[in-house]
């Protein structure tokens, strides 16, 4: 772009450029610039796959009955449209930029998608496991290398903008999104929310791989009222400060570029009209300086489901009073919000605030530079090697062997010439999980063909179901289980099916909440008839919810939790099986024994388990932070540099852990800590640090944990925040069982 004005100069500082541009625009320019709509392609296909009223409930497809792509198309051009989303494929981004650049002052469109494991509403990338997988790897640079990827995935293919990482603290196994967290605990969630956002916002780049992050969903999406999706949370605000909020701070200080608000209300007021979430918070407390994003249409739900407004007008401006910046999606709010500035409801100084962070964003991603993408780059970049072998490695490292009876695994070919593979989820694309659409099969390596890749010398009999949980007929299991005497090992691949392309009969993921978490359909049929073929049984659990699946852990030898591992899953489940690769990941939520036992989390208040139940039991089905190994790890007597610190000294763990297996092994060696005793009451313990290290057989390595004020901090009685004085427990071991912990007190005076 020539350089006719200020904003037009790639020379002058963003600032400038910001305030030349703004200076130029109209209100109804600038108003455009806060506001979405789905891509075209994706609301020709809405348009024909769902009717308006269906239209009105879904969270997945979009379109706009009074205004056909053409109509949309001509209001780019016009300068009405700032961004776009859901525009998978660099075609169509290049070619509605060149409507946007048609416009009197060429402002480009910011495009986003939920790029949350890998670029997966797009055909052809690589897909990596999904956020419980790559939280239960406990390593957060290789979620930030991930992201990295994804982030050139999504250059390549004209999007800058990804509404991921969701760092929402999940404490319900019936709400259909787990998969898409990473899991329960608010300092996981933290390093992984923070890892992802590195990832993907590398500005030092000319934009080639730099990509605006979005947390979301503030807040407390994740433990809506009986884990239905958009349902109330209700919490205090003890609990929103301690548990929900400390991961957006995190994410806040890691310099998110958007925040995304949840679909729910918080304690009576939607989060998309709550002005003290949004500004008193957000803004003034963590200090957020970059925009905030409506979740889809959420804005118009305060009228239709919350019903806090009585028009959708009324709507758009308490969402914009409250701080809302940048609207998903459609043309309503764009015509009302210029008439509430015309009305003298809304200031036009109001709009400003908005649409600045929006073109600093726009500015700062080089796309008054770049408008286009290169179209003849995508096939360079999607699915490449390098991210294959990312792909691979996470997958390998979420997966978290659960039980390994008699050491039946790994599996020696030997001994098991001959292996029935059945289950809905053996050989299947349900192992890419939710935020991906149908990827080329040569792309996905399925647990089927995994295991024949890894072992061809094995005799692998497939009995398939297809991927739909809800159908399976009697007559296949029948068939399964009859084959299976012929076999000398069965792997039955069982769980969830979080297929966003399948709707209306997935299980899992968005909108797919459940009242119980067991085995839908006839797999635990499936499970319970092969195991009393007395042939040895191994499980696969597949699924993004945590299952209770307490009679497979009961009476099944092996259980592997595979969560949803990506393209090259089928792979990692496969090399881990038979031992050409040491599985290492470790629980990041708490698995039920069943539905009852939800809310079940590893950092509850003692007086959580005053007394046990009457019937069933109390305990967890699998603790957070579990996971077991081919190999076996010894701890060390704990040591601390001191014993007693004032309220800001600091105080550093030390313990050895040795392998004293014969396999080389990853061990996540994690620091929980508790307050002993405290004016306002505490979780019986908190993760508040951890190190994944490699030892070779024999190795002994020293593991240290800086214990700081920032880890013993909380809100006392007055919610003041910071360190009372008072002993405190130092554990350090494999898991967050007291069994596996090693423990020392210390002092605060
Ligand atoms: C959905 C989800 C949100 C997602 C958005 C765009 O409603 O709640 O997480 O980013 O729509 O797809």
Request: glycine fraction near 4%.
């Given at each position: 772009m020539s350089a006719q004005y200020i904003y037009q100069d790639a020379k002058q500082p963003v600032e400038k450029r910001v305030e030349d541009l703004l200076g130029r625009m109209s209100l109804e320019e600038k108003v455009a610039q806060m506001n979405q709509y789905v891509g075209l392609e994706h609301m020709k296909k809405a348009a024909f796959e769902i009717s308006p009223e269906e239209m009105k409930k879904s969270h997945a497809m979009g379109f706009y009955a009074d205004y056909p792509p053409a109509k949309i198309e001509e209001m780019t051009k016009q300068g009405m449209v700032g961004s776009f989303l859901h525009v998978v494929s660099a075609e169509e981004a290049n070619y509605l930029q060149s409507l946007a650049l048609q416009s009197r002052l060429k402002i480009p469109l910011i495009m986003g998608i939920d790029a949350v494991h890998g670029n997966g509403m797009v055909r052809g990338t690589t897909i990596y496991p999904t956020c419980i997988g790559q939280a239960a790897s406990f390593n957060p640079a290789l979620v930030e290398k991930m992201s990295h990827e994804t982030a050139l995935e999504m250059r390549a293919t004209g999007t800058h903008w990804t509404f991921t990482p969701n760092v929402e603290v999940a404490r319900d196994a019936r709400w259909g999104r787990v998969g898409e967290t990473f899991g329960e605990d608010p300092f996981l969630v933290s390093k992984m929310g923070v890892a992802t956002i590195k990832g993907f916002q590398n500005e030092s780049n000319a934009g080639a791989d730099f990509v605006l992050a979005c947390a979301k969903h503030l807040i407390g999406g994740s433990q809506p009222l009986n884990g239905v999706n958009g349902a109330p949370f209700d919490v205090s605000e003890r609990t929103m400060r301690e548990v929900f909020l400390p991961p957006f701070q995190a994410c806040v200080d890691a310099g998110a570029a958007t925040v995304m608000t949840a679909h729910n209300e918080l304690n009576g007021i939607p989060c998309h009209g709550n002005k003290y979430l949004m500004d008193d918070i957000l803004r003034k407390e963590l200090g957020f300086k970059g925009f905030?994003?409506?979740?889809?249409?959420?804005?118009?739900?305060?009228?239709?489901?919350?019903k806090v407004s009585e028009t959708l007008k009324d709507a758009f401006f308490l969402s914009v009073d409250a701080g809302m910046d940048l609207h998903m999606h459609g043309p309503d709010f764009y015509f009302d919000v210029i008439k509430l500035v015309q009305e003298g409801k809304l200031t036009e100084a109001r709009i400003n605030e908005s649409v600045r962070k929006i073109l600093e964003s726009k500015f700062r991603l080089g796309l008054f530079e770049n408008p286009y993408v290169n179209v003849?780059?995508?096939?360079?970049?999607?699915?490449?090697?390098?991210?294959?072998?990312?792909?691979?490695?996470?997958?390998?490292?979420?997966?978290?062997?659960?039980?390994?009876?008699?050491?039946?695994l790994p599996l020696d070919s030997k001994k098991y010439k001959k292996v029935l593979v059945t289950g809905p989820n053996a050989n299947n694309q349900s192992i890419l999980g939710d935020w991906a659409l149908e990827q080329p099969e040569a792309n996905v390596v399925t647990i089927y063909q995994g295991l024949k890749q890894v072992r061809p010398d094995v005799k692998f009999n497939l009995c398939e179901?297809?991927?739909?949980?809800?159908?399976?007929?009697?007559?296949?299991?029948?068939?399964a289980i009859g084959?299976?005497?012929?076999?000398?090992l069965v792997i039955v691949v069982v769980g969830e099916n979080s297929m966003r392309y399948q709707w209306k009969d997935k299980t899992c993921g968005e909108n797919s909440d459940r009242y119980d978490i067991n085995l839908v359909g006839l797999q635990q049929e499936l499970v319970e008839g092969l195991y009393n073929m007395g042939v040895p049984v191994v499980v696969v659990l597949v699924n993004g919810r945590p299952l209770s699946t307490e009679w497979i852990a009961n009476n099944v030898p092996a259980l592997l939790e595979a969560w949803e591992p990506g393209s090259l899953g089928g792979q990692a489940t496969a090399?881990?099986?038979?031992?050409?690769?040491?599985?290492s990941a470790k629980l990041p939520i708490t698995i039920p024994r069943h539905s009852?036992?939800?809310?079940?989390?590893?950092?509850?208040?003692?007086?959580?388990?005053?007394?046990?139940?009457?019937?069933?039991?109390?305990t967890p089905l699998f603790d957070f932070g579990y996971g077991l190994s081919y190999t076996s790890f010894k701890y060390g007597e704990m040591k601390l540099s001191a014993k007693e610190i004032a309220k800001d000294g600091s105080v550093v763990a030390s313990i050895d852990i040795t392998n004293i297996g014969k396999k080389q092994g990853d061990e996540v060696v994690q620091l929980y800590i508790t307050d002993n005793y405290s004016s306002a009451t505490r979780p019986v313990k908190e993760l508040k640090d951890f190190a994944r290290i490699s030892l070779n057989p024999g190795e002994t390595k020293t593991v240290e944990f800086n214990i700081t004020p920032?880890?013993?901090?909380?809100?006392?009685?007055k919610m003041n925040y910071g360190v009372e004085a008072g002993a405190f427990t130092v554990h350090i071991g494999s898991s967050s069982r007291t069994a596996d912990l090693k423990k020392e007190e210390f002092i605060v005076r």
């Open positions: 905030i994003v409506s979740d889809w249409m959420d804005i118009e739900r305060m009228q239709d489901y919350h003849a780059n995508v096939n360079k970049i999607l699915y490449n090697k390098n991210h294959q072998q990312t792909a691979l490695d996470l997958a390998r490292q979420s997966i978290v062997l659960l039980k390994n009876e008699n050491n039946l179901f297809g991927w739909n949980l809800r159908t399976m007929k009697q007559e296949q299991v029948d068939k084959m299976a005497k012929d076999n000398d090399e881990i099986l038979f031992g050409d690769v040491n599985p009852g036992q939800i809310q079940t989390y590893y950092n509850y208040k003692f007086t959580s388990k005053w007394f046990k139940y009457a019937t069933g039991n109390s920032d880890k013993l901090s909380y809100y006392d009685a």
